[in-house]
T-cell receptor, first 112, second 111 residues
Framework: DARVTQTPRHKVTEMGQEVTMRCQPI?????VFWYRQTMMQGLELLAY????????DSGMPKDRFSAEMPDATLATLKIQPSEPRDSAVYFC??????????FGPGTRLTVL | QKEVEQDPGPLSVPEGAIVSLNCTYS??????FMWYRQYSRKGPELLMY????GNKEDGRFTAQVDKSSKYISLFIRDSQPSDSATYLC???????????FGAGTILRVKS
């Protein structure tokens, strides 16, 4: 059963701390997306990669967020320093040669 | 104005009712139309996928696209309490383009 996995599932941290979220895309998928979901803004695209190369990170606050794909099986999203307004659910999704995207279960981040 | 508009609801219906969920959009370049279902505290799950105009049926679910009106719909027949979730529409101009999501409609099916 091919699925996108994300770790951690929940994270509570204090303002100013670094947060790292990890995503393992479905094996063979070459496109990885990072989204943020809040009640107010809904699902927002932060960044995406194809074949490990960043294609668009225009949705991401550049001063504190960074996204990387160290290899084809791992994508990371880092926030440094974290702020209370970063509290949200962060989703990773993957796809392959299609507009369809398959989502992971999300990381629920709370910044105190 | 957002590219994709979707009424957030909530929409509350009795079990067995026919449910109609809708989205409107402004970007005429959109060619691919999707519906995702999201249960509470879960990730969105792809439900239906349609290319261009027309209808697509999958069991109790029917997706309709009217590109001339820039309007898409998802119909759920014989709705069940297990259909209670948030339904998000999503659209794209094609492979290599972003997927643009609606705000999502909360659906509650009462038994």
């Amino acid at each position: 059963d091919a699925r996108v996995t994300q770790t951690p599932r929940h994270k509570v941290t204090e303002m100013g701390q670094e947060v790292t979220m990890r995503c393992q895309p479905i094996l063979g998928h070459n496109t990885v997306f990072w989204y943020r979901q809040t009640m107010m803004q809904g699902l927002e695209l932060l960044a995406y990669f194809r074949n490990r190369a960043p294609l668009d990170d225009s949705g991401m606050p550049k001063d504190r967020f960074s996204a990387e794909m160290p290899d084809a099986t791992l994508a990371t999203l880092k926030i440094q320093p974290s702020e209370p307004r970063d509290s949200a659910v962060y989703f990773c999704a993957s796809g392959f040669r299609s507009v369809e995207q398959f989502f992971g279960p999300g990381t629920r981040l709370t910044v105190l | 104005q957002k590219e994709v508009e979707q009424d957030p609801g909530p929409l509350s219906v009795p079990e067995g009712a026919i449910v109609s969920l809708n989205c409107t959009y402004s970007n005429s370049a959109f060619q691919y139309f999707m519906w995702y279902r999201q249960y509470s505290r879960k990730g969105p799950e792809l439900l239906m996928y349609t290319y261009s105009s027309g209808n697509k049926e999958d069991g109790r679910f029917t997706a309709q696209v009217d590109k001339s009106s820039k309007y898409i719909s998802l119909f759920i027949r014989d709705s069940q309490p297990s259909d209670s979730a948030t339904y998000l529409c999503a659209m794209s101009a094609g492979y290599g383009n972003k997927l643009v999501f609606g705000a999502g409609t909360i659906l509650r099916v009462k038994s």
